[in-house]
């Protein structure tokens, strides 16, 4: 049959139509954004969140990585990023300015009772590890000087240099109030350092001493010693996903697959994880696509980069 232009006009007309009322009509995507902080262990955290949330749902998963400080916690008061990965400890002391405590139960009660009050969010389950602070020094001074103890290390500070990131240098919870706690007065005024170069100024005996953290992949394999906080001075640090509460109640199906992880990593797998992207130049999304295949049997992991 012989289709006059007219009748071709008519068709082509009327299919776009059709087209541009499907178009209007589609659901708009789902997305949510996920943030983390400035080092090796948030942005694999960050990586195995973002996959399992895409392997389990049909929400898209922007990544925000890399954010210094608490932009993370700023970003998602705002509106800016919807969801990622805080510690307990930090959020305790740091951000709503409590006296520090030990108990793990009760700083993580109180986290939920408040941030969905003050920031309209949520806490959800721990990933099963904490990552406190660490006070390390290396292994040979520890036998030299027998350092054990962060009180061993009161009386012995004055013979030794120290380097410690922007955040613990100044925070409440960090350096001022462990100085105070075991009279540590070093021999000069502690460096100021990125977290990245900590490990390498002790490594290279440009400092004696750095504060890094107890999941840090670095420790075992630079032969360093954590000394041990006799006195309880750091809070918990439990890990923890905490979202938004508008998100939570926009895509109700976040809730269970986000508590898949919850209690699913030890610290040392942490320390594992960290040490694969640290030491071995592994690229942070591969090692959480890894290890969610291994744990919860999401989706082939991908093939190991060649190093």
């Known amino acids: 049959m012989k289709i006059s232009k007219y009748d071709f006009f008519f068709y082509s007309c009327s299919l776009l139509c ?177 977290l990245g170069l900590l490990y390498q100024a002790l490594e290279q005996k440009e400092v004696d001493v750095i504060a890094g953290s107890t999941t840090d992949g670095l420790i075992q394999s630079l032969g360093l010693v954590v000394l041990k906080d006799d006195k309880n001075y750091f809070p918990p640090y439990q890990a923890v996903p905490v979202v938004r509460s508008q998100v939570l109640e926009q895509y109700p199906e976040l809730r269970p697959v986000i508590a898949e992880l919850g209690g699913k990593i030890s610290e040392q797998d942490m320390r594992q994880l960290n040490y694969q992207v640290d030491k071995q130049q592994q690229e942070a999304g591969q090692v959480a696509q890894q290890f969610l295949h291994q744990k919860l049997g999401d989706s082939k992991p991908l093939t190991p980069p060649k190093l």
């Open 18 to 194: 059709l087209l541009a009322v499907a178009g209007c009509t589609s659901k708009p995507q789902k997305k949510v954004v996920i943030c983390s902080k400035d080092f090796t262990e948030q942005v694999i955290l960050a990586e195995m969140l973002a996959r399992h949330i895409e392997a389990k749902t049909d929400i898209k998963v922007e990544r925000e990585l890399n954010l210094g400080g608490s932009l993370c916690h700023q970003s998602l008061t705002t509106g800016k990023i919807d969801l990622y990965i805080e510690y307990t400890g930090t959020a305790y002391a740091n951000l709503l300015k409590q006296k520090p405590i030990s108990d793990p139960k009760k700083v993580l009660d109180y986290l939920k009772q408040e941030y969905p009050k003050q920031f309209k969010a949520e806490w959800m389950e721990p990933l099963g590890f904490e990552n406190s602070f660490a006070i390390i020094v290396r292994g040979d001074d520890a036998k030299k000087l027998n350092l054990q103890t962060l009180s061993q290390l009161g009386k012995a500070a004055p013979k030794l240099r120290a380097a410690f990131g922007p955040e613990f240098k100044d925070r409440e919870d960090g350096f001022p109030g462990l100085a105070k706690t075991y009279d540590i007065k070093f021999r000069e005024e502690p460096k100021e350092l990125l």
